[in-house]
């Protein structure tokens, strides 16, 4: 059993900056049939992702947590231009990759789907957070592919998960990604700044 733990930036205002993964309109009905289907069979106090704030965090590159000397928003500001530089050449460099979601996990602070993390995923993740960094502050990327289904506005012991597992958005092909301002958490409110499309030639 898992103890939740309540996500105090739900629907709040913030400052971040993220590249992501948005899902076609097949997968989000797919996962929001998930959602349907974990709300019926779970007690637990879940604050569930709104259909169009959907995504798959790929590398934060300014996080709305972030402690420096300077608000989120002059950070981007400094650097936002030669970083969207680098995030774009990268993902131009990376092939696109499939996506193979098989399995709903929980967390004390969410319920998400999650997939193998593929190499051309780990790379990109990697040659975008070897650069990118302001003072303190340098990206972590997921260690795992997920996309979040639910927070939760509660402190309660989680039990199993329960879904129907016929809803799993089994693969999902990755083509394009997204650099976007996230206004309102949880993408509630996002303003793009880039659609770069996945070109590279390797492999994998």
Not at 46 to 67: D, E, F, K, Y
């Amino acid at each position: 059993m898992i103890r939740t733990k309540v996500d105090t930036l739900w629907f709040r205002r913030c400052c971040a900056f993220h590249l992501q993964f948005l899902p076609d309109h097949e997968t989000l009905s797919k996962l929001c049939d998930l959602q349907d289907s974990i709300e019926r069979n779970s007690p637990a106090p879940l604050s569930r992702v709104p259909a169009t704030s959907l995504h798959m965090t790929i590398v934060t590159l300014v996080n709305a947590a972030t402690r420096v000397s300077i608000a989120n928003d002059a950070v981007w500001k400094l650097n936002g231009e030669r970083w969207k530089e680098i995030v774009e050449r990268s993902v131009e460099e990376t092939s696109p990759f499939d996506l193979h979601f098989h399995e709903v996990a929980a967390s004390e602070a969410a319920i998400f789907v999650k997939a193998e993390e593929p190499p051309a995923l780990r790379r990109l993740r990697l040659a975008i957070s070897d650069v990118v960094c302001f003072e303190d502050w340098r990206p972590t990327p997921p260690r795992i592919a997920h996309i979040t289904l639910f927070r939760f506005f509660a402190e309660e012991w989680l039990p199993p998960v329960d879904f129907d597992t016929g809803l799993l958005p089994t693969e999902v092909r990755v083509g394009s990604l997204t650099l976007l301002e996230e206004r309102i958490y949880p993408n509630v409110e996002i303003t793009i700044l880039g659609e770069p499309l996945l070109q590279g030639k390797s492999t994998g």
